[in-house]
């Protein structure tokens, strides 16, 4: 279950009696007990222990999905800027 607005994707659940749920659905329930194996940026995964039910945590919520789009703003740009130079080397290359 990928969790898309807050960018954390649930890998696995192990269950207290042994059994590994791998790649579970939205369906899936999470029981008391229940090791969650889990991939996010850690500072995303740190706050779901620290976040509130309610409006509290809609708010905390809110703005870690603005701050997961700046970084992957910065990503893009950055991923661009490197295929533009590649560009530009490979044509300066092709010159020569």
Excluded at 5 to 30: H, Q
Excluded at 42 to 58: C, S, V, Y
Excluded at 79 to 87: I, S, T, V
């Amino acid at each position: 279950m990928a969790a898309v607005l807050t960018f954390l994707l649930i890998l696995g659940i192990k269950r207290p009696d042994g059994r590994f749920v791998g790649a579970p659905t939205k369906d899936t329930r999470i029981r008391v007990d229940d090791v969650i194996i889990i991939y996010g940026r850690e500072e995303t995964i740190e706050q779901l222990d620290d976040r509130r039910a309610g409006w509290e945590g809609e708010r905390q919520h809110q703005e870690s999905v603005f701050k997961q789009r700046e970084v992957i703003e910065k990503q893009e740009e950055e991923e661009a800027a490197a295929a533009e130079k590649k560009e530009e080397m490979e044509a300066k290359n092709k010159q020569q």
